[in-house]
């Protein structure tokens, strides 16, 4: 029996899945009632059970009776993946076995990986939050057909004989994200169409893909699927448009990380992000570390996930750089709303005169920028104010290469302005990461933001 199916059979996943719809609609009080009585909880286990909050708070002389509010969170160190990394057990809960615990590795699209452990209690809350976002959207994922377009690899023998895709459970079409390009348009249309799902769960950078080929192309589909669910890396309103438009579905946007501590979902009446508080406290704080209040500002994502306690991420920094959202939502959740993950620390680059340019807008916008024939791309950062694009051309272009590295370098110079130097040339592939994700920018300067 897989971890899923175990999960899936345990009584604890149907609960929690219940318990995640009542408490959708509470009261803000309540809310604030149930995260402050996790954080005083969190606090208890941690000072006794996880070797670096024992040090640290004993040094410090902090008791259980300093948490008053919610506020008082901020009791708790900030923390980040390289002061994980520099010695990882310190994080682990004393006493338990490694060799019990089910391990992912964060995608490293920072350039710092971070293996993230967890018990089968948290892995049942990780899965009951997945049927719920679902269920908010009037699906289940034990009812309807769907397609995984993610970083599954399929067998080697299935690839030979151009075979891209699996199926499980008669359910989930799984199908490769690495095998995507024009001659095999054609066959992932047609055994998508065949399968009829109802929706399809994949990577923003994959579906894209897939979805700009079909335009280039085109090729006009009717797959009768209402929802396409994205996660796991930036979406820029440009690649939205095209999706949404290529597919004729609605693009569900979810914030989820392998680290676990916070979910964050769109309602059927908005596409800004509710983060569930049944998982976790957000913060979102300025350079100041003060807690952004004004819809529209900027800050850095911390998280503190309640969920996870053999591995506990307390006032963790993600990395992202989230855009405070409104108080309120027509659906009536009382839920921390941001209107935009703007991206990552990484995914802005710097001019030559210091200032943060974030990247992705300025090259996804599509009233500015042809990216045809360009099938990918990606943008390296060593020096401020230097950008160099690597870019993998469609070999019906390669006879006007020439043109086609001008036409790339004065246009991204004229959407980024005076303050950047371009440089292009031809790669003949780029990869993704091991977990199927495309970055577009290698970023080698340290940003802070």
């Not at 959708?24 to 309540?30: E, I, L, N, P």
């Not at 640290?56 to 969170?73: H, I, P, R």
């Not at 054609?186 to 894209?208: D, E």
């Not at 280039?216 to 796991?232: A, P, Q, R, S, T």
Request: charged share 25%; net charge positive; hydrophobic share 35%.
């Amino acid at each position: 029996m897989s971890l899923k199916q175990s999960i899936y059979l345990d009584k604890r996943f149907n609960d929690r899945v219940r318990f995640l719809e009542i408490s959708q609609f509470w009261k803000r009080s309540q809310i604030y009632e149930y995260q402050l009585k996790k954080l005083k909880f969190l606090f208890s286990h941690v000072s006794n059970k996880i070797p670096f909050y024992i040090d640290y708070f004993k040094k410090n002389k902090v008791q259980e009776s300093d948490f008053k509010t919610l506020k008082d969170v901020k009791i708790f160190p900030l923390i980040d993946k390289k002061m994980i990394q520099k010695d990882m057990d310190q994080f682990i809960m004393k006493g338990v076995k490694k060799n019990t615990l089910v391990h992912r590795t964060t995608g490293g699209s920072t350039g710092t990986p971070l293996t993230v452990w967890s018990n089968f209690d948290s892995q049942i809350k990780d899965g009951a939050n997945t049927q719920h976002y679902m269920k908010v959207f009037d699906l289940d994922i034990f009812k309807y057909k769907s397609v995984r377009l993610y970083g599954d690899k399929i067998n080697s023998k299935l690839i030979k004989k151009n075979i891209f895709w699996t199926i499980k459970n008669k359910r989930i079409l799984n199908m490769s994200s690495y095998h995507i390009n024009r001659k095999t348009l054609s066959s992932y249309l047609r055994v998508i169409k065949k399968h009829k799902p109802k929706y399809i769960h994949t990577r923003a950078s994959a579906i894209f893909t897939f979805a700009k080929f079909l335009l280039e192309e085109k090729i006009k589909i009717n797959l009768n699927i209402k929802y396409i669910f994205v996660d796991g890396e930036y979406l820029t309103l440009g690649q939205r448009q095209i999706i949404e438009s290529v597919f004729s579905a609605r693009l569900i946007n979810i914030y989820g990380h392998t680290e676990g501590a916070l979910v964050g979902h769109p309602c059927k009446f908005s596409n800004f992000l509710h983060f569930m508080p049944q998982n976790g406290i957000l913060e979102l704080l300025n350079k100041n570390g003060n807690e952004v209040n004004k819809i529209g500002e900027k800050g850095k994502i911390v998280s503190t996930g309640f969920n996870n306690l053999v591995f506990p991420l307390v006032r963790y920094q993600t990395g992202d750089i989230g855009i405070n959202g409104p108080k309120n939502c027509k659906c009536e959740r009382n839920y921390k709303i941001l209107s935009e993950v703007e991206g990552r620390f990484q995914d802005y680059v710097v001019d030559k005169n210091d200032n943060l340019v974030p990247l992705a807008p300025a090259i996804f916008n599509y009233s500015d920028m042809d990216w045809k024939g360009i099938d990918e791309f990606k943008i390296i950062q060593k020096n401020k104010g230097k950008l160099k694009i690597l870019i993998q051309i469609n070999k019906k272009l390669r006879p006007q290469s020439q043109t086609t590295l001008a036409y790339a370098k004065k246009k991204i110079g004229e959407i980024l302005g005076s303050n950047f130097i371009i440089d292009t040339s031809f790669i003949d592939k780029l990869k993704k990461t091991s977990v199927g994700k495309y970055r577009y920018l290698d970023q080698k300067l340290k940003i802070h933001f």
